[in-house]
């Protein structure tokens, strides 16, 4: 374990410990992130981002049967985007048909402790918008499963196929009988922007708690410079590039010069 | 070793990107040719994102094309008032390139317009140089001297109006098909990125009767200008030019050009051009197949301006 996981561990079993007011009678989710930030320099390969809970009970809570469920969701910036389907025209295939997908997160992961379908009813997953098949796309979230257009479908699916949706159904370990853990992989292409993790304590299908933490992940360094040159000072971005072409292809005529 | 490209935003190997660099350098210096319509789909096929790829490309060819022009200029093999003409022009081409690139990519239609592009250009020129070199070698084969064409002085371009004189070229020829030339050189370089060369050596040659020894230094000084402004143009219109990935091809690329330029000098010119012609046929019949095979997957996910998400 790395020690800024450990820190995170021992954040979340010391505010545990602080015994913090919660509601009489229910269970409170106490829940930390290894890191709130996540930086992208030169040697990024994506990272992994530790997820920290605990359940927290006090003397009133009323003793309810059955395990607790955890599911922990992360989502990444907000993006609108366009699927579209190729049609054979003319011998040849071209884009046709498009539906334009408003404002959905690129990276969206749902880790849980068991199968969604186990954890919760179909009509409270639906209202939550809890897991891929329940996320509402061009809809609001309400009682009912959405219902998917093929271009919708194939969303889920190239998503999916890209790593950039990801559902995990044992994603959620539990470490003892009130400490759970997730480990959210993001991988290399990840965007840049602020990305949430939601966590939900179930039991026998009903939703105890929910915490929310924000994690942001942004270019540093070198890479933050470049992007910063390239998008505030792009006539000069282009004229610096030009020039270091001319250097290096002189620089290259040079040394290999045999006349 | 990863390097994380700051524009392209994801990681790749580093000797990966000079080893593509320094392949196609390799071949652009054996057969005199820019590269770019080979090295544009390899990196399209390494998980860059098209528009990155075209237009870092254009920084690529600009290291590539540095390289030769000052070596030409040093032998003083150019014609600078043609170069200078087909550059003008070539600038306006770009332009226009850089717009309707823009303009595809928002109607989704850019993929498949690169592709038609590429089978039609590289069709041609490919099966026209793979026929002509193989003719030729034929024709050794049998010990029979070659029908060599000479540059006449009589052809469609002496009858044009607006003449200009191209004291270098030994040429006094009218400027419209030179404009022409520039213009749509400019116009695919931009769209495509590529430097147009395997289009303008031969037009240069057949179409306006340039003397061959001045062709080659006047089409790289000429892909060298046009490059440079589609760099800049594509840098501040779409900011998608990578400076990180452009440096590792840069350098791969002048590499490779160096060893590619002594193996290109063993070989007989007619092999060549069959060689070449070969090559770029090749690539023209991939991107064929792409478009006519039933592709496995018929959807796919764009942002509304056609790029991939970031």
New interface residues.
Partial sequence: MRPARLLAALAVAAAAAAGLASPAGAERLVTALSHDNVS???????TEVVVFGTIERDAQTVARSGAYDVVVTVAGPL??????????TV?????AD?E??ERLP?FLAVHSTRPLTEIASDILRARLSLGLDMLPINAEPGPEPPVRTD?EE??L???QQER?YVQVEDGVEFLGADLFRATVRLP??V??GTYTAKVQLFRGGALLSTTEETLDIG?VG???H??EF??DW??L??????I???V??????VI??R? | MELYLPIAELPMNVFILLGMGAAVGFLSGMFGVGGGFLLTPLLIFSGISPAVAVATVSSQIVASSASGSLAYLRKKAIDLKLAGFLLVSGMAGSAGGVWVYTLLRLTGQLDVVIALCYVTFLGTVGALMLSEALRAIAAQRRGQPLPVRRPGQHGWAQRLPLKVRFRRSRLYISAIPVVVLGVAIGFLGALLGVGGGFIMVPALIYLLKVPTTIVIGTTLLQTLGTMAFATVMQATTNQTVDIVLGLCLMIGGVIGAQFGARVGQRLRGETLRALLGLLVLSVGLRFAVDLVLEPQELYSVTTPAGGGMR
Avoid at chain 1, 80 to 85: A, G, S
Avoid at chain 1, 91 to 95: E, F, L, P, V
Avoid at chain 1, 237 to 242: F, P
Avoid at chain 1, 248 to 253: D, E, F, K, P, S
């Fill in positions: 992208i320099s030169s040697n990024f390969t994506g993006r609108t985007l366009v699927t579209r389907r190729k049609e054979r011998g040849i295939w071209i884009n498009s334009v997908i690129v271009f194939a969303f699916r190239l998503m950039r290399a292409n965007s840049v270019k070198f890479e933050a470049v992007s390239a998008r792009s006539l971005y282009g004229l610096v590039t030009v270091i072409a001319v290096t292809g002189w620089l290259a005529g290999f010069r006349d």
